[in-house]
């Protein structure tokens, strides 16, 4: 438990954090990776390099910081925390890692004059603190999971069973339980933790479930669509080296970016691969009957999945509306709704008149931080307006 003069210190470090708190972050991760190689699996390099994964938890300790007497108020910021710890398999043991290399940056990145021993004790009580919260909830949805019909604990084999392409750079991989056991069920919009071993080191990545696949006489599937990235390791061995009959290690699912049940109108917003999570989300809504209103954008025709699919559906389905907007078209492509990028009048015209409709929204950053501006000019609700990162999440403000 926190004292009342630790309580005020940490607060009073909030405007050093505010001002230096990325090159301290940036500076943890390098000790970190240095010092407990064993925790490399838990970080996605390319994240870290972009300087996408210190921002985010440089935001994570600034929020945490700012409300460490009011914790209530990080809003989902914990639950984000907690899922993508549970997607890659945080455990307590990594905790005092961590907290040795936060520690340490402190001191060294703020120097000793400002980086008191008091500053240190206080910020290794709030360190533990916050520890205390993640690893008890981690626990419940570890235990839960594990508990669960067709659930799991830690890593379970899978078998590849089927491989399609569904455009020029997404690829599906159908997954089936080796030991030829149930499923556990996901949330429309989860995603799945997937372990594997490339160039001789053990990477972990996330990635959305976009279906959940069951037929009379075959084993339960799940389905994951992923963007082959040009500098991606683990998305090119899954391209290149994974093919059917392969076997891969899958955790458990989690995410909290799901489907809440409504009868609203929904729109389902989608730019690139952020279309995956949307095609769950999709599934999920059509029998309910409610009005779905699916837009999506894409670079052009070549890269666009599932068009074919989605239209299908809107076929045997009415009340889903089909809207797709390509950037720069090629020749040749089928006929997009319209062109360039997703622009506020674009919205108005494809959205429904009254702005009070659950949307959800995933795609690039640039492509998220538009569509969030644009949804609020309208007047969707903020609360009826939520997304999901592909990656460390961030602010879109």
């Known amino acids: 438990m926190l004292t009342d003069a630790q309580l005020a210190i940490v607060k009073s470090t909030v405007p050093l954090l505010e001002s230096g708190g990325e090159a301290l972050t940036t500076h943890f991760y390098k000790m970190l990776m240095r010092d407990y190689p064993q925790v490399r699996p838990l970080f996605n390099r390319a994240h870290q390099a972009s300087g996408d994964q210190p921002r985010a938890l440089a935001n994570g300790v600034l929020m945490y910081a700012r409300h460490i007497d009011r914790l209530e108020e990080l809003g989902p910021l914990a639950a984000q925390i907690i899922n993508k710890h549970v ?10 890692m961590v907290g040795d290399c936060l520690l340490r940056a402190i001191r060294e990145v703020l120097g000793a004059e400002i980086a008191t021993d008091a500053v240190i004790d206080a910020w290794a009580a709030a360190y533990g603190q916050l520890a205390d919260i993640l690893i008890g909830a981690e626990r419940q949805q570890y235990e839960a999971k594990a508990q669960a019909p067709g659930g799991w604990s830690g890593a379970r084999n899978f078998i590849v069973s089927r491989k399609v392409a569904e455009s020029e750079e997404i690829t599906s991989f159908h997954f089936v339980p080796q030991d030829g ?19 001789g080191e053990e990477q972990r990545r996330q990635y959305s479930l976009s279906a959940l696949l069951r037929q ?16 991606g390791k683990v998305s090119r061995q899954l391209h290149d080296q994974i093919h059917v009959g392969s076997v891969v290690e899958l ?25 995956t999570p949307m095609m769950s989300m999709l599934a999920a809504a059509l029998p309910s009957g409610r009005p779905i209103h699916f837009i999506h954008a894409a670079r052009h025709g070549g890269v666009h999945a599932f068009r074919r699919q989605l239209e299908e559906l809107a076929a045997r389905h009415p009340q889903l509306q089909l809207r797709f907007c390509y950037e720069q078209p ?3 492509d089928a006929a997009p709704h ?16 009254n702005p009070d409709l659950d949307a959800y929204f995933v795609g690039p950053k640039s492509f998220m931080k538009a569509i969030k501006r644009q949804l609020a000019e309208l007047g969707v609700p903020a609360a009826q307006s939520r997304y999901e990162f592909f990656g460390p999440a961030a602010s879109l403000d």
């Open 330 to 332: 090629r020749q040749g």
């Open 181 to 199: 056991g149930e499923l556990l069920d996901f949330a429309p919009g989860q995603y799945i933790g997937l372990r594997m071993v490339v160039d």
């Open 251 to 275: 955790f458990p699912p989690a995410g909290e970016f799901t489907l809440m049940a409504s009868d609203k109108p929904l729109a389902l917003i989608s730019g690139g691969v952020g279309i």
């Open 87 to 96: 997607a890659v398999q945080v455990l307590p043991e990594h905790y005092p």
């Open 216 to 231: 009379a006489g075959q084993p339960p599937q799940y389905r994951i669509s992923v963007k082959r990235e040009p500098g």
């Open 338 to 353: 319209a062109t360039g990028l997703i622009e506020r009048s674009l919205l108005q015209q494809w959205l429904p008149g």
